[in-house]
């Protein structure tokens, strides 16, 4: 064998090697994505989950919220407080799976049923009030996108 038998030989083997590692990587690179969507739901979920630990545990903040949504102008002070950081909660919980739709870091599938609830919230007396309101505060695109669906202002 000469040495032009053996660079080529190595040259392949060299070149099956960084085939494997390509490969290898491409593989790694597939499972973290995997692992990256996952970590971004379960936070999805734990906002969610949150809020409703919070309506579970506090039967004054249930009563806040129902009566906000059936009038939000029928509130005392520290009540529209109180509707306002749960409404809060809920549409920036919204923003965020939202933008990680946008981002393609979750399905959109995902945001599709977290908008359906917010926009339910939204589309109560006391929700369309709280909008007219606080609409301000989202970034524009997000508040493009819930205003879209003609029920909101």
């Known amino acids: 064998m000469n040495w032009d038998a053996i660079g080529a030989v190595g040259e392949i083997v060299g070149a099956a090697a960084v085939v494997a590692t390509l490969a290898y990587l491409a593989l790694q690179l597939k499972e973290n994505t995997r692992h990256i969507r996952r970590a971004e739901r379960n936070a999805g979920f734990a906002q969610v989950s949150e809020f409703r630990l919070t309506m579970m545990r506090d039967a004054d903040f249930v009563d ?4 906000g949504h059936d009038d939000f102008s029928s509130l005392t002070q520290i009540e529209s ?44 007396s006391g929700g369309k009030q709280w909008w007219e309101n606080n609409s301000h505060q989202v970034p524009a695109a997000y ?8 029920k909101l202002g």
Do not use: C, H, P
């Not at 806040?64 to 009566?67: D, Q, S, V």
């Not at 306002?84 to 939202?98: A, E, F, H, K, V």
């Not at 995902?110 to 926009?119: D, P, V």
């Not at 508040?143 to 003609?150: C, I, M, N, P, Q």
């Open 143 to 150: 508040r493009s996108e819930l205003s879209s669906f003609g």
């Open 81 to 124: 407080t109180r509707f306002d950081s749960g409404m809060n909660q809920m549409l920036w919980t919204g923003y965020n799976i939202w933008d990680r739709a946008l981002m393609k870091i979750i399905d959109v599938e995902e945001w599709e049923g977290t908008k359906t609830s917010i926009l339910e919230l939204l589309d109560s």
């Open 64 to 67: 806040i919220w129902t009566r």
